[in-house]
Nanobody, 127 residues
Framework: QLQLVESGGGLVQPGGPLRLSCAAS????????IGWFRQAPGKEREGVSC????????NYADSVKGRFTISRDNAKNTVYLQMNSLKPEDTAVYYC????????????????????WGQGTQVTVSS
């Protein structure tokens, strides 16, 4: 059973950076597309970014394009989300999720596409 653990959340000032990590245990992460999602209080969970199994294809929500970068190190079984120029509206619990292999199907930002979820890490952007 694939297990995912997020880390790296915390309190950061507006305009600052933060890097989230999603570490996997169990099956090798190499074959899974990975997505990052976030959920703010009173709001639905939304897709932030995703990366395919090889790392050659990525996707971003319009709200984070140009500020966030997703990457993966399959040797370390870890996916990262580098967040720059953070804004108060980025405040949320951030989750990573894995999608079982679907060859030739690009990763997407819909939560229902994903099969395994981490427990989440809180990101708070405030002065």
């Amino acid at each position: 059973q694939l297990q995912l653990v997020e880390s790296g959340g915390g309190l950061v000032q507006p305009g600052g950076p933060l890097r989230l990590s999603c570490a996997a245990s169990g099956p090798n992460l190499n074959f899974y597309a990975i997505g990052w999602f976030r959920q703010a209080p009173g709001k639905e969970r939304e897709g932030v970014s995703c990366i395919n199994s090889s790392g050659g294809s990525t996707n971003y929500a319009d709200s984070v394009k140009g500020r966030f970068t997703i990457s993966r190190d399959n040797a370390k079984n870890t996916v990262y989300l580098q967040m720059n120029s953070l804004k108060p509206e980025d405040t949320a619990v951030y989750y990573c999720a894995a999608r079982i292999p679907k060859w030739f199907v690009p990763c997407g930002l819909g939560p229902n596409d994903y099969d395994y979820w981490g427990q989440g890490t809180q990101v708070t952007v405030s002065s």
